[in-house]
């Protein structure tokens, strides 16, 4: 299948830093990313849908000023912890669907990036 | 609203045991179902999907799992489950309108014993 790539792997970071994930699709053009977080023992939830070109779409209950998602290239979607703090960490997964291809086509996954703020 | 709820979360088996894994769903629309599969240290992938159709779906390395409407559930069955069969299993359904924004259940953490 096609392959979304995510970097970093991990990352440790100290309180009120900032840090940029970074979902790429290397074989696909991706007009369309999710992002997923997934606390210890817990579900993944969605937290926002990328749109390559235009505003990130939040969903309910998330902080669209403390993360910030930029889908600037059909390759690539930026997501970026603002001012983390211990909370946030987390384990950050992407998807991403190819674009001009039928609405139900399957999104892939990336690996995830597994967040630690100090 | 939608929502997806799994029943197990922890199951562990010996090799060549049968698994059947429980996803329940709640759900307002035209029914779409997955399942994922998350090997240690690897990708979330899909194993298989319902949109239409035959309600017994196949799905890669032997799985399959049956959408039941009457019960509102779509579970993971495997008739041999081998050791390579450890991981995390998710259900999912997709938000209303958006196929491929999921909701998923909280997972069951599969462990198979050679």
């Known amino acids: 299948g096609a392959v979304v790539s995510q970097h970093p792997s991990w990352v440790i970071c100290k309180s009120g830093t900032s840090v940029k994930i970074e979902c790429r699709s290397l074989?696909?053009?991706?007009?369309?990313m999710f992002w997923y977080r997934q606390f210890p023992k817990q579900s993944l939830m969605l937290m926002a849908t990328?749109?390559?070109?235009?505003?990130?779409?939040?969903e309910q209950g998330v902080e669209k000023d403390k993360f910030l998602i930029n889908h600037a290239s059909l390759t690539l979607s930026t997501l970026t912890v603002t001012s983390a703090h211990p909370e946030d960490s987390s384990f950050y997964i992407c998807?991403?669907?190819?674009?001009?291809?039928?609405?139900?086509?399957?999104?892939?996954f990336g690996q995830g990036t597994r967040l630690t703020v100090v | 609203a939608q929502s997806v709820s799994q029943h197990n979360h922890h199951v562990i088996l010996s090799e060549a045991a049968s698994l059947e894994l429980g996803c329940n769903y709640s759900?307002?629309?035209?029914?779409?179902l997955f399942w994922y599969v998350q090997y240690p240290g690897q990708h979330l992938q899909l194993l298989l999907k319902?949109?239409?159709?035959?309600?017994l779906v196949k799905g890669i390395k032997g799985f399959e799992a049956e959408f039941i409407k009457s019960k509102f559930s779509f579970n993971l069955r495997k008739p041999s489950v081998q050791w390579s069969d450890t991981a995390e299993y998710f259900c999912?359904?997709?938000?209303?309108?958006?196929?491929?924004?999921?909701?998923f259940g909280a997972g069951t953490r599969l462990a198979v014993h050679p």
């Open positions: 998807s991403a669907r190819e674009g001009g291809r039928p609405r139900n086509t399957e999104a892939f």
């Open positions: 074989d696909f053009q991706a007009t369309t």
């Open positions: 759900y307002g629309g035209t029914v779409n």
């Open positions: 999912a359904v997709p938000f209303s309108g958006g196929y491929n924004k999921l909701i």
């Open positions: 319902y949109f239409s159709g035959d309600p």
């Open positions: 990328s749109n390559e070109g235009s505003k990130a779409t939040y």
